[in-house]
């Protein structure tokens, strides 16, 4: 699953959308920086510098500070607002068209102007290569762009869309120089040229550096001079030596929850790092085949949800750095409530499994797989799943074990439907309840679990989209969380915190740490 892209919510209501969003910031051209520069370890890769193709969080925080969109989340925050656009709106009364107005004078890093030209041409750039690790399946709502000149950009979307305004403040609505980037494939020289508060000034495998783009004109100040990032490819003891020696100034994502808990309660005394907990949005579920000829039955697949035990999960295994998670829903998004703990309760009850697996003639013990791969979501989910085997194994109704699996051959068995049980994790998209459900339950989802339910579909998913007053949305959400608990095809595990770990000397980082999930380099400034 993606990232993702890689979240509390201020829901978009009908008022604000009406008016989206219209600002201003500096526009004197004067964003030069200011401080030292910062020296950041991290453990994703960016595996694009392209935004035709990127669809991963390393690449994403790449995105978010050498592009601009049209509108960004500001710090703290999960409305929309203006960035290269001045105001944008929807038009019409039913959100299927969408107008942006650009601000005046704006450029890339080199020089070259930016105009609705450009936009549309990244628009349609993304849905023309349609890469398939890139983001184009957010704008499939598109139908068409206009631009009537050089300030005016024009969104016909296929179906009404209230989420549009979200989707394109993502990395997925990063703009590029139509002259640089080639229409119909990916840059591949690993360089990037947009607008945004940054330069991309070296890419490589170990390291990325960035200096502030003098030619910016967003409301962003830059509290640097640069950004250092260093890779560190999953090596989680690597990352942690680093930090600790002061060869980089903070990490963010990459260390090991043992680690990160252990820091945050050391009582040596030692004053040279600190942690920074934020809002997160990410997580995790463990996902059920609905045509496996074992958790393909709903008994068993309630039995399951009965013993599941989450609050000893996150305890034991990510060492209080998750939460447990009751709904498809996060705690902090608009819309959440908790339907998988009001049916299955918040600790095991083996009589009320053992219960539903005898009403349904059910005998004997239930063999299960369960499929991990620790390559995709870190080197704790295979020790996630072994507790979850062991307390399915404790209750003496099933037996249980787990198969660890590459992720390229994970994701290709998962296609041909050989598993029964496996896991999922995401990273939002952006903050809203749609991203949470569209994706795992709509069309073509990306479970591929073989579920589809006809009123969430048919009926709940179009009105929500619907909804320009996202608080409206509610009712719909509510019954589309309880449909989903009543017929699991998948049981949540638990929702991610967000830590950065840093030297004493470096601040700003809490605004990197949102519900918004976007790493902002500029608000980062060293002592």
Known sequence: MNRRNQWLAAPLGAATAAALLSGCGSTDGSNAGSGKGVVM?????????DPASGYDPGSWLLFNNVFQSLLSFPK????????????????????KLFKCTLKKDL?????????SKDVKYSFERTLKINDENGPAVMLSSIAG?????EQTVVFRLKASDATFPSKIASGAGSIVDHREYPADKLRTDNKAVGSGVYKLDSFSEKSATFSVNESYTGKAKAKNTGVTLKFFNGDQAGLKTVLESGDVDFAFRGLAAKDIAALASSKTGDDKVDVVQGTGAEVEHMVFNMNDPVVGKLPVRKA?????????????????????????????????????????????????????????????KVKVTLYSTPSRYGPSTDQQFEVIAKQLNDSGLFEADVKSVEYEQYEKDIQAG????YVKGWVPDYPDADNFTQPFFGPGNVLNNNYDNKEITGTII????????????????????????????LLPLWQGKQYAVTRQNVN????????????????????
């Open 41 to 49: 370890g991290i453990s994703d890769k960016v595996k694009s510098t």
């Open 462 to 489: 179009p009105s929500t989209s619907a909804k320009s007053d996202r608080t409206a949305a509610n009712t719909d959400y509510n019954r589309l969380q309880d449909i989903v608990a009543d017929e699991l095809p």
């Open 418 to 421: 050989k598993y029964g049980i």
């Open 304 to 364: 399951i949800a009965y013993l599941v035990d989450r609050e000893a999960l996150v305890k034991d295994v990510y060492a209080g750095t998750a939460t447990a998670l009751y709904s498809i829903v996060p705690t902090g998004i608009a819309g959440h409530t908790t339907p998988f703990f009001d049916r299955y309760g918040g600790s095991p009850q083996p009589e009320k499994a053992k219960a539903v697996l005898k009403a349904a003639n059910i005998n004997g």
């Open 107 to 115: 450029k890339f890093s080199n020089g070259h102007e930016l105009t």
């Open 76 to 95: 703290g925050g999960t409305t929309p607002e203006p960035d290269a656009a001045q105001s944008c709106a929807f038009e019409g009364g039913d959100s």
């Open 508 to 527: 700003g980082l809490q605004w990197s740490l949102d519900a918004s999930t976007v790493f902002r380099f500029w608000e980062i400034s060293k002592g």
């Open 145 to 149: 762009i206009d631009a009537p000149d």
